[in-house]
């Protein structure tokens, strides 16, 4: 006869993390109660081949005396599955996403291992695409450039008399547009890439923000902040001219 059983099921994502090996060590410990060892595998993907041990020790140091060309204390993926009949719980981490789902008879213990486990992730982790990010704060930083920049031929149309109000729109739509493209760029250059970070070796330390953008993205900052600091000296020094005359 068939044996049939209701399962309950949670599951929950984050779009950007940092993890280091001790969150690791407490991720996995509460999701591996209940299960035996031989229920437990870890896993991850280097240059197309595909490491698999009961530990996350053994497979750190299965990576580490692997002839693999690159870095063994940088990973891109970890994956974590315990199963016992119906109870199953799988942790999945890659570049782009943690992952966790969890499904059992019993919806208390699905439930609470799922809040338990989201505790932990959580305090380094969110839930919102890297992408969708960049592109807020780009669009926040475009619109706040093209006012100032819209502000400041006002004010100096204002204040010149030779100065045509065409001149004076077509100056702040050049510097909108300069401006605007720069930070837009910075917003959303490389949204392919994540805010994700993994040590299955050691802690990860705090970072600014500016640590995290390529260096394509620092020139870019770098020249936003050129940009900016000489349309402050041209309204500065416009605006001399015109108070002094």
Partial sequence: MTEHRDVTSN?????TYRLGRSQLDRLFSIA??????????????????????????ELVSSVAA??????PDEWSNLSFQAIEDWKHISIDITRHWLRVSISGPDATWVHGQAARLKAIVEPVAG???????????????SLAAGLLAGLAA???GQGTPDLTTGGAITGAIMVATVMGTIVFWIGI??????RTLISVTGEISDRRWWQDLSMADKIALGSLAVTTLAAI???????ADVWGS
């Fill in 233 to 239: 000296a041209a309204f500065l020094s416009a605006y």
């Fill in 66 to 71: 692997s002839p693999l060309p690159g870095d």
């Fill in 127 to 141: 839930t919102i695409r890297p992408s969708e990010l960049r592109s807020r704060r780009a669009a926040k930083i």
């Fill in 11 to 15: 599951r929950f994502e984050f779009y």
């Fill in 32 to 57: 591996a109660e209940g299960f035996r060892p031989e229920q437990l595998k870890f896993e991850t993907e280097r240059g197309g081949t595909s490491f698999t041990r009961s530990t996350l020790e």
């Fill in 189 to 194: 250059a490389g949204k392919g890439k994540t």
């Fill in 154 to 156: 006002f004010l100096i």
